[in-house]
């Protein structure tokens, strides 16, 4: 009886230990660690558990921004010994979890050293899930890509049932187009770790290549990682493609990816200077929109505050670049049909649960005043008001702003009071960017003296003095102005275009009221920012498919015949989905090939009008993503002056083939032994 209570203790010890790595709780089960890892009571999945628990803390403290992360490592690294000395059973997905964590924490030595050992295990430690993620860690780490897809091609010549592993080939034909594929060996994120890798080093095509090949196996499983990396490193025209296409295929993509596409497509636009290009955006953001919430997926406040700026943006300002005033009836139509959509959308999404912030109708304000459109601010304030929200400081500064912009000095000083008389009310005081802000304003409108005697009679000393000096700077400066639009579409046309978002988001509506799942099957969702390019006929495009990638003599009655097709979550036959991503696929290897001269062309541009390049990493992204948004609008104009001539690219059925067939050749790597 006695020698069954130190089994019992044990037996305690352990259920206490697994309560506490379920919970998370690290720094618990790990001072109960050290009873157990000697014993025979820790199985396979306590270990996967251990490492789970060890990643997941990280990535909490991150995003916390907690302390603690020394402790961490100390605590990975006893693990790790452990582990190399094998006294915890082996886990593969305990493999891949301790190199997550070397590449998240940036311990590159530590988890190449780590890989490095697990790599010469059996299959108890490692799997293609774990290459998969070592290949990510290794690209981190600076490997070069040959590098890279050798790991690649270990992991399929260790793990893969098909022989020398050629079912990965772009090449290779799926025996059945209407059925689901399920290959032994085959991993989302072997197929994740090589696709990143093949980004960051610039090889574009075998990337495409690579997402090709998942497209055609899983047509309707896209993970969503992999779609990530396309959006952080392909030109904006490509990665709203990739969106599209994820979308498209029943992926539910990530809140902050939606937010990114939008960002992007926001940062695209030129604010009250182009009506008919920031139309064909605006329109894109919201078919952006469809597709994310077709897929089941909620959109946020965030989504809602993008959106409105992108359609504010539609409008051109009140004033032309002389400081003009534009005809009030010349786009007095537009701005109340913008109007109508941005009090849908909010409609929209406080039906569905979102209510709008404080920060939306803040950013309505501001933009509303720069475009010089009173209306709108109006709108704002009366949106703000009835979704029960109070103003806040920078509530105060946008409608200074807007003051300024419209040139109103009894908006400013109406403002200015009742500002005042809040913060007084509630014991607030104002700071020197209220003040500044003021000034600003002031200036704008042209009451300088207004915002002298206010100044003199309510400022602290040391804000008084710092707001002269912001006024000094300012006196001399130029009055901005927003130039109206040059290259848009008549007042009609845009008109026509404004009624067509207005449609749109009569169907997001009608969509979201549903609360099912799209059918973009019978509903196409548009893939493209805009639909200038002509397409290549289709009966070219389908012998090609067949041609090269067809199963003309598999089993062509099933892969015809519509009801024995199965259909994927946004109601595609799988047959017909994997052709239409066959085709997507197709103009995105097109679009990419001219890339790098349409980039280089831009930067030349800017260096014969005498900018700069950048010498900082952080100033080179943001320098190459407004070249890319300049870029951008001038394929844009280029597009739309060709469509009007008729000039846009006629296709040769010949060339159009050699084209395709050369960019779908890839370099398939030989599967090799790594030393």
Known sequence: MLELLPVARDLGTLLLFRSEVASGHVDRFMDLYPQLVNSSLLEAEDTYDIA???????????????????????????????????????????????????????????????????????????????????????????????????????????????????????????????????????????????????????????????????????????PSRIIDNFMHERPLLESYKVFCLACRSGCTVKPKTFTYILDEIAKAQTLGENTAYNLDLAKAMLNALQAYTGTGATANFVHLNVLIRGLLTILPAARDEMGSKAQPAEDEELCERTSNAIKKLLRIFTLSGVAPAVATFNAMIFLSGSLGRRALVHVAMAGLEEAGLEPNRITYRSLLSAAGHLEDVNFLKETWKTYNGVASKLGIELRLGDWIAFARAGKNAHAEAYVFEELESSAEPDVEKNVKLEVARLKDAPKSQRRRSKNGKNNDESIRHINEILAQLVQISEQLKSSKLQNFYQTPIRMSLWQLPRAPPEEWQKKLYDDTLGNRKLNPEQDEDPELALVGRTGFPLNELRYQNWKTMNELLSEAEVDPQRHHQTIENALLQGNQLPRSALKEKVYHSQTEAQGLLKLWESQSRDAERGTLEQHDEAAWRRKILKLRQSDDQDLVDLP
């Not at 964590?101 to 697990?118: A, I, M, N, P, R």
Request: with cysteine; proline share 4%.
């Open 52 to 222: 789970r628990s060890l990643h997941n803390q990280y990535r909490n403290q991150i995003a916390m921004k907690t302390t603690g992360q020394e402790t961490l490592l100390n605590q990975v690294l006893t693990f790790v010994q452990d582990y190399k000395r094998k006294k915890l059973p082996p886990h593969p997905m305990a493999s891949l979890h301790i190199i997550s964590y070397f590449k998240k924490s940036c311990q590159y030595d530590l988890g190449v050293d780590f890989w490095t050992w697990t790599i010469r295990q059996d299959e108890s430690y490692v799997n293609t899930q774990t290459y998969g993620a070592a290949i990510e860690l290794l690209t981190a780490y600076g490997k070069p890509l040959d590098y890279l897809e050798q790991v690649y091609a270990h992991a399929l010549m260790r793990f893969s049932e098909a022989p020398n592993g050629s079912y990965i080939s772009s090449k290779a034909i799926v025996a059945e187009r209407a059925r689901s594929t399920a290959i032994a060996g085959r991993s989302m994120l072997l197929q994740q770790g090589i696709t990143k890798a093949r980004l960051i080093h610039g090889n574009w095509q075998s990337a495409y290549l690579a997402l090709d090949t998942v497209l055609r196996y899983y047509p309707a499983q896209l």
